[in-house]
Every structure is written in structure tokens, then in C-alpha cells.
């Protein structure tokens, strides 16, 4: 089993809709978790953090995070062309170093 | 606050050579992270600095490669005996220590391709 799995793209999904990213982690020490956007050739930017269970929302974007199901997941609302990238989920380590561990990422193209 | 800077963006060696890739963190973080990525995956660790001392390493990570980080601020990478196999974006981050684990502040990478 990897240790962070992320649900199997490519993901289309017409402009102005809900898209739903998922991500399931197998390391339950996991505290802190984030999601990164990374366009095709360019480095990962975060664009959301989330710490505790529930969700949290910034703009179009809300995490959810379950930590009992170890599950975490992305919905971006009003969806962008510009949104169309490939969307990261990453919980971080328990050990000192506290590196995040990535999945192998979701593509995501929002189509106009 | 001037970001993860990189150097050189692209390098492009011939198998067997060394190459020597430098990251300059953001200023008042004292954690950096080098991280590689290959083509649909996601960035894979390689090793972790908390100011200068190196406390861990991948076990993936070959003794053809070597990081440095003196007096805490940059820091170097080094890939001795170049493989084709060492053909990947080479991303270095840093963060700010903290209780939870910190986000990650990528620089915009170092794209090396091994002929």
C-alpha cells in the first residue's frame, strides 16, 4: 500500500463546476496535511493547510480532513480554467524531520 | 520575503560527470528539505537540514549524492558519477520549525538531464 494515494486521474470537469480531489494517508501519527497546485513544468505552490478535523474553507477552495477514516480531500468550487493543474496531497511525517510525503498527484482540467 | 531561489534552473551533463545544484532558502527559515520528482509522480524526499546538521536522509538516497548546508543558510547538492536514472526536477524547499509540521516553501527547481 502507498503511503499517501490519491484518487486516479485525469479529472475533467466543466468550468463553474464542484471539483472533488481525494487523498487517503496510511501514517495515523499525521497532524498537519496540505495541498499543492503544480502547472505543468513549474514547481508545487501550497494552497491549503489544514490541522484538525473538519473542514476549512478559503475562497473556492475547502479541505476536508477525517483523521479516524484517514482520508483528507480538496473541492475547488466555480471551477477555472486556470484551476487545470495537478493537485498534491501531502500529510507530513511524525519524525523529526516532519518532511511531507506526497501522493502521485490528481490532474485536474477544467474545460471551458 | 524573496522566496526559494535555485541554481542553476537547467542542467544538462553527460553520464559520469558531477554536477552541483545551490538553494538559497527563505531567509528566517531553519528547516530545508531537497526533494526529487520524475514525471507523473509526486516530489519524492531526499534528504532534511535543520540549520547546518544533515538529520536524515532518504534511504533511496545514493552515496553518489551529497548535501551540504554550511553555517546554516544555503545550500549545495551534489550528484557524483551522473545516471541516466538521475534525469529529474531536484526541488529544494524550507520551513520554519514549528509543533505541527510547517508547509513547505518550494523553490522553482533544478531540471537536470543526464545524456
Known amino acids: 500500500q502507498k503511503e499517501v494515494e490519491q484518487n486516479s486521474g485525469p479529472l475533467s470537469v466543466p468550468e463553474g463546476a464542484i471539483a472533488s480531489l481525494n487523498c487517503t494517508y496510511s501514517?495515523?501519527?499525521?497532524?498537519?496535511f496540505f495541498w499543492y497546485r503544480q502547472y505543468s513544468g513549474k514547481s508545487p505552490e501550497l494552497i491549503m493547510s489544514i490541522y484538525s478535523n473538519g473542514d476549512k474553507e478559503d475562497g473556492r477552495f475547502t479541505a476536508q480532513l477525517n483523521k479516524a477514516s484517514q482520508y483528507v480531500s480538496l473541492l475547488i468550487r466555480d471551477s477555472q480554467p486556470s484551476d487545470s493543474a495537478t493537485y498534491l496531497c501531502?500529510?507530513?511525517?511524525?519524525?523529526?524531520?516532519?518532511?511531507?510525503?506526497f501522493g502521485s498527484g490528481t490532474q485536474l482540467t477544467v474545460l471551458p | 520575503d524573496t522566496g526559494v531561489s535555485q541554481d542553476p534552473r537547467h542542467k544538462i551533463t553527460k553520464r559520469g560527470q558531477n554536477v552541483t545544484f545551490r538553494c538559497d532558502p527563505i531567509s528566517e527559515h531553519n528547516r530545508l528539505y531537497w526533494y526529487r520528482q520524475t514525471l507523473g509522480q509526486g516530489p519524492e524526499f531526499l534528504t532534511y537540514?535543520?540549520?547546518?546538521?544533515?538529520?536524515?536522509k532518504s534511504r533511496l538516497l545514493s552515496d553518489r549524492f551529497s548535501a551540504e548546508r554550511p553555517k546554516g543558510s544555503f545550500s549545495t547538492l551534489e550528484i557524483q558519477r551522473t545516471e541516466q536514472g538521475d534525469s529529474a526536477m531536484y526541488l529544494c524547499?524550507?520551513?520554519?520549525?514549528?509543533?505541527?509540521?510547517?508547509?513547505?516553501?518550494f523553490g522553482n527547481g533544478t531540471r537536470l538531464t543526464v545524456t
Open positions: 501531502a500529510p507530513s511525517g511524525t519524525g523529526s524531520a516532519r518532511q511531507l510525503t
Open positions: 537540514f535543520q540549520n547546518e546538521a544533515q538529520l536524515e
Open positions: 524547499a524550507s520551513s520554519l520549525t514549528g509543533q505541527l509540521g510547517s508547509p513547505l516553501h
Open positions: 501514517d495515523r501519527g499525521s497532524q498537519s
